[in-house]
């Protein structure tokens, strides 16, 4: 029933990259949550939260620590139980970790791989490492890899499964600044190709803005706030841009001082040097 | 010129060009070849008696002779069967073990305290009983190598199992693996380096007991060989025997540095040789 929709809608895009898919209510969302609760002890870490994603949709999901990011896409990812609670999610979903968590005692290619029961394994691996730009790196261990080239293999580990939701948890808050501009450009290229619904958890504003179709504030285990991304991509750090920031920015209780802003720009990972 | 040159040496170091003390200074292997030329000239002299020890080139002569006449390496293979047996019993029960107990709450409730008990009791003790049970045949001396090395291979394959990254075991489950297919991919190989330091440590331990195992009324083995060279007062054979021993433990290690490195290729450490 979902396949159809992200077939059109990897035509639409196809003809139009740029432009971010709508999310019309009309379509039946990949990911539906409803007045969703997570609780450990006394704590409720996710509190009556309502969450739709279309399929195909990018989402960026902002939030200070503690503010239930984390638990919200473990439990998009089927690690926590959810009890008998409503939660929607595509059949076929892959993680990418702040940390590659690849198993070192496989070799790159078997860590794509891992899981994956079909013939033509090493080919599918092979095709998605050489999407990611690591075809030469099929045979190397883990403990080789750079890790923006561990990242990337975690991002080939996912895709290769075609899922109709890719979560993303801070994949690049680890690498440096130019990684993490290269990695931004790959993960838009693979969202074009593939079409999954992604989820980007994310504690970087300006990360957020760059990438999604739509960017959500968690706060206290709830949607505290909102924001449609109407720019055309790739996104020049322009006005619409910082106001958009300064809009999420303040939703987050952060104040940004014009001053700095110049600075910003220049540095659109958040790196605020003078 | 000449004078330039006596300066620079006096100077330099106390010894002229060419002497050899600092290349000696490291040679690990000076002191056992001067222990075995004393050895050699006190048994020459008559300081040492024949039938309180051999003399080096006694033992050299015995060693070739035994193989030569086939009595030595039959007896070594002998031995060897008994602690190869023991040790794929200890293999068996220890890995069986330490899964269970690594793996699940309740099998640790049930499995652990008991191997700690065990472990208390030192296994050599036990040969008496095993004597009683299995009589004085193949069985106890199995048994007794069986028992001395279940318990390290599971204490170290339980702690590699409960030292699992569990963000690793988390990602994978992600990925759809659970079940068997989670522990074959990720659980045990994870638990492989621990697993490799018990199994070192078992195989040390079962020459030790195999020497006390094989005191039972032997047959045949290393053991037989000592024991029958004792009542003859041959002490070339006894050290003939006692080198094979310590080759054996030598050749326990090196097999076992060999499967680490084709098993644990992918750690950095090698990986980088």
Same mark, same amino acid.
């Given at each position: 029933?979902?396949?159809?929709?992200?077939?059109?809608?990897?035509?639409?895009?196809?003809?139009?990259?740029?432009?971010?898919?709508?999310?019309?209510?009309?379509?039946?969302?990949?990911?539906?949550?409803?007045?969703?609760?997570?609780?450990?002890?006394?704590?409720?870490?996710?509190?009556?939260?309502?969450?739709?994603?279309?399929?195909?949709?990018?989402?960026? @999901?902002?939030?200070?620590?503690?503010?239930?990011?984390?638990?919200?896409?473990?439990?998009?990812?089927?690690?926590?139980?959810?009890?008998?609670?409503?939660?929607?999610?595509?059949?076929?979903?892959?993680?990418?970790?702040?940390?590659?968590?690849?198993?070192?005692?496989?070799?790159?290619?078997?860590?794509?791989?891992?899981?994956?029961?079909?013939?033509?394994?090493?080919?599918?691996?092979?095709?998605?490492?050489?999407?990611?730009?690591?075809?030469?790196?099929?045979?190397?261990?883990?403990?080789?890899?750079?890790?923006?080239?561990?990242?990337?293999?975690?991002?080939?580990?996912?895709?290769?499964?075609?899922?109709?939701?890719?979560?993303?948890?801070?994949?690049?808050?680890?690498?440096?600044?130019?990684?993490?501009?290269?990695?931004?450009?790959?993960?838009?290229?693979?969202?074009?190709?593939?079409?999954?619904?992604?989820?980007?958890?994310?504690?970087?504003?300006?990360?957020?803005?760059? @990438?999604?179709?739509?960017?959500?504030?968690?706060?206290?285990?709830?949607?505290?706030?909102?924001?449609?991304?109407?720019?055309?991509?790739?996104?020049?750090?322009?006005?619409?841009?910082?106001?958009?920031?300064?809009?999420?920015?303040?939703?987050?209780?952060?104040?940004?001082?014009?001053?700095?802003?110049?600075?910003?720009?220049?540095?659109?990972?958040?790196?605020?040097?003078? | 010129?000449?004078?330039?040159?006596?300066?620079?040496?006096?100077?330099?170091?106390?010894?002229?060009?060419?002497?050899?003390?600092? !290349?000696?200074?490291?040679?690990?292997?000076?002191?056992?070849?001067?222990?075995?030329?004393?050895? #050699?000239?006190?048994?020459?002299?008559?300081?040492?008696?024949?039938?309180?020890?051999?003399?080096?080139?006694?033992?050299?002569?015995?060693?070739?002779?035994?193989?030569?006449?086939?009595?030595?390496?039959?007896?070594?293979?002998?031995?060897?069967?008994?602690?190869?047996?023991?040790?794929?019993?200890?293999?068996?029960?220890?890995?069986?073990?330490?899964?269970?107990?690594?793996?699940?709450?309740?099998?640790?409730?049930?499995?652990?305290?008991?191997?700690?008990?065990? !472990?208390?009791?030192?296994?050599?003790?036990?040969?008496?009983?095993?004597?009683?049970?299995?009589?004085?045949?193949?069985?106890?001396?199995?048994?007794?190598?069986?028992?001395?090395?279940?318990?390290?291979?599971?204490?170290?394959?339980?702690?590699?199992? !409960?030292?699992?990254?569990?963000?690793?075991?988390?990602?994978?489950?992600?990925?759809?693996?659970?079940?068997?297919?989670?522990? !074959?991919?990720?659980?045990?190989?994870?638990?492989?380096?621990?697993?490799?330091?018990?199994?070192?440590?078992?195989?040390?331990?079962?020459?030790?007991?195999?020497?006390?195992?094989?005191?039972?009324?032997?047959?045949?083995?290393?053991?037989?060989?000592?024991?029958?060279?004792?009542?003859?007062?041959?002490?070339?054979?006894?050290?003939?025997?006692?080198?094979?021993?310590?080759?054996?433990?030598?050749?326990?290690?090196?097999?076992?540095?060999?499967? #680490?490195?084709?098993?644990?290729?992918?750690?950095?450490?090698?990986? #980088?040789?």
């Amino acid at each position: 029933m979902v396949q159809p929709r992200i077939r059109r809608r990897a035509f639409d895009t196809a003809a139009v990259p740029t432009v971010a898919p709508s999310t019309a209510p009309s379509i039946a969302p990949a990911v539906k949550l409803n007045g969703f609760v997570r609780q450990f002890g006394e704590n409720r870490v996710i509190d009556g939260l309502d969450l739709s994603i279309a399929p195909g949709e990018f989402v960026a @999901l902002l939030g200070a620590s503690g503010s239930g990011k984390t638990t919200l896409l473990r439990t998009l990812a089927g690690l926590d139980p959810v009890g008998d609670q409503d939660v929607t999610t595509p059949s076929t979903r892959a993680v990418v970790f702040q940390d590659a968590r690849l198993l070192p005692w496989k070799k790159v290619w078997r860590n794509v791989a891992l899981g994956l029961k079909d013939k033509d394994v090493r080919a599918r691996a092979e095709a998605a490492l050489k999407e990611v730009g690591l075809g030469h790196r099929l045979d190397a261990w883990p403990s080789t890899l750079s890790g923006g080239e561990a990242q990337r293999t975690a991002l080939a580990r996912a895709l290769v499964r075609e899922p109709g939701l890719l979560l993303l948890d801070e994949p690049f808050a680890a690498l440096d600044a130019l990684t993490r501009l290269k990695m931004h450009d790959l993960v838009l290229n693979l969202w074009n190709e593939h079409r999954p619904a992604v989820l980007l958890v994310t504690h970087d504003v300006d990360e957020a803005i760059s @990438l999604a179709d739509r960017v959500l504030v968690l706060n206290k285990g709830r949607i505290a706030a909102e924001e449609h991304i109407p720019l055309e991509r790739p996104r020049a750090p322009d006005a619409r841009f910082q106001a958009i920031r300064r809009r999420l920015l303040g939703h987050l209780g952060v104040e940004a001082p014009a001053s700095h802003e110049g600075a910003l720009i220049a540095f659109p990972t958040g790196e605020a040097v003078q | 010129m000449s004078l330039a040159t006596a300066d620079r040496i006096s100077l330099a170091r106390p010894f002229p060009k060419g002497w050899r003390w600092p !290349r000696l200074s490291r040679a690990r292997w000076l002191s056992p070849v001067v222990l075995l030329a004393l050895w #050699e000239l006190g048994s020459r002299f008559g300081l040492i008696p024949e039938r309180v020890l051999a003399a080096p080139s006694t033992v050299a002569e015995t060693f070739w002779a035994l193989t030569v006449s086939g009595e030595l390496p039959a007896n070594l293979l002998v031995s060897l069967a008994r602690a190869a047996a023991g040790l794929a019993i200890a293999l068996a029960v220890a890995v069986s073990l330490g899964l269970l107990a690594g793996l699940s709450r309740w099998g640790e409730t049930v499995v652990d305290p008991l191997m700690q008990i065990k !472990r208390t009791i030192p296994s050599l003790a036990l040969t008496p009983l095993f004597i009683v049970w299995f009589g004085i045949g193949e069985t106890p001396k199995i048994a007794l190598i069986a028992v001395a090395t279940t318990f390290p291979i599971y204490l170290n394959l339980f702690a590699g199992v !409960r030292g699992i990254d569990v963000r690793l075991v988390e990602a994978a489950r992600s990925f759809g693996l659970s079940g068997w297919s989670l522990v !074959r991919e990720v659980i045990l190989p994870g638990a492989l380096p621990s697993f490799f330091v018990g199994l070192r440590y078992a195989l040390g331990v079962s020459v030790l007991v195999l020497v006390v195992a094989e005191q039972i009324n032997a047959q045949a083995g290393l053991g037989h060989l000592i024991n029958n060279a004792r009542d003859f007062m041959r002490t070339d054979i006894i050290v003939v025997c006692l080198l094979v021993y310590a080759l054996l433990g030598l050749g326990a290690d090196a097999l076992v540095r060999t499967l #680490e490195r084709r098993a644990l290729a992918w750690r950095p450490s090698l990986v #980088e040789q």
